[in-house]
């Protein structure tokens, strides 16, 4: 029996991930969603879960207007600015997402 090293399962594994990935693709342009779309959008609310819900909702209006059909995507979001109160939550939101052009 021949003896496996890591290297060798390394390989392995490696090979199934691209495939897997590739696959992955394949599937995702079969729909036609074949266009990366994305924007940036920035959103305040009086609570922190209303601020970032803002900036998302604005950065995902951003991608519809130029797309006709996408998927739901991914949201990155990162915090601007929180009143020393905490009445005022102020985000800058991306939305990345692949479109039907």
């Known amino acids: 029996m021949q003896k496996v090293t890591w290297l060798h399962r390394l390989g392995l594994v490696s090979a199934v991930v ?3 990935l590739a696959t992955t ?3 995702a342009h079969a729909d036609g969603y074949d266009t990366p779309r994305s924007a940036t959008a920035r959103g305040a609310g009086s609570t922190y879960a ?6 998302e909702q ?3 209006q951003a991608v519809l207007a130029v797309g006709h059909d996408c998927t739901p995507g991914t949201y990155s979001a990162m915090l601007i600015y929180s009143s020393p ?3 005022t939550w102020v985000f800058d939101s991306t ?3 692949m479109c039907v052009d």
Do not use: D, Q
């Open 50 to 55: 209303a601020g970032l819900a803002a900036a």
């Open 18 to 20: 691209a495939l897997g």
């Open 85 to 87: 109160g905490g009445g």
């Open 95 to 97: 939305h990345n997402a």
């Open 58 to 60: 604005r950065a995902r």
């Open 25 to 27: 693709t394949v599937a």
